[in-house]
């Protein structure tokens, strides 16, 4: 039973981290911090993008917790381990699965794959930082409300999704 305590930590950090990430990402990414997010919403040569300084950013607390927590045997050790995972997570469902930004090219099968993708793409429906929908990384809202929440904000980019699904 040694092991059930670190793991719940675990499991509970990696369920609040979708709601920091969500909020960050609607809050500080699309508000003040826009001048990092920005090369994410635009077409850009090269594999980085000013936007992965978050991820160095986000990943200094977690390593600070991990470190603290090894010395002192502190259940924070387990809080900085699960937003590590959080951070693996993200990196492999957002960057990988999502924006293809690896040398391979993933298809998914999975339907709760299938609507991260389709969430995160109509996150991206909309030009600039006002106006988009579906700011979490590992949950998706339902594809059906996003577009409702779409069409009434923004008419524009809405006829061309459409066309495209």
């Given amino acids: 039973m040694n092991w059930l305590f670190p793991v719940l930590i675990v499991i509970f950090t990696v369920s609040i981290m979708e709601l920091v990430a969500n909020l960050s990402h ?24 000013r936007n992965d300084l978050y991820a160095l950013t986000f990943a200094v607390p977690s390593i600070i917790m991990i470190y603290v927590g090894s010395i002192y045997h502190h259940p924070i050790l387990w809080v900085g381990t699960g937003m590590t995972v959080y951070g693996f997570l993200y990196f492999v ?20 794959l299938k609507r991260l993708v389709q969430a995160h793409r109509l996150h991206h429906a ?40």
Avoid: Q
């Fill in 26 to 49: 609607k809050y500080i990414m699309h508000g003040w911090g826009w001048g990092w997010h920005k090369s994410h919403h635009t077409e850009h040569d090269g594999f980085l993008e």
């Fill in 93 to 112: 469902a957002h960057d990988g699965l999502v924006h293809n930004r690896w040398p391979f090219k993933i298809i998914p099968k999975n339907a709760y």
């Fill in 126 to 165: 909309v030009r600039g930082r006002t106006g988009c929908v579906s700011f979490g990384f590992l949950y998706a809202p339902k594809i059906s409300d996003l577009k409702r929440e779409l069409r009434a904000t923004h008419n524009l980019e809405y006829e061309r999704l459409e066309r495209e699904n």
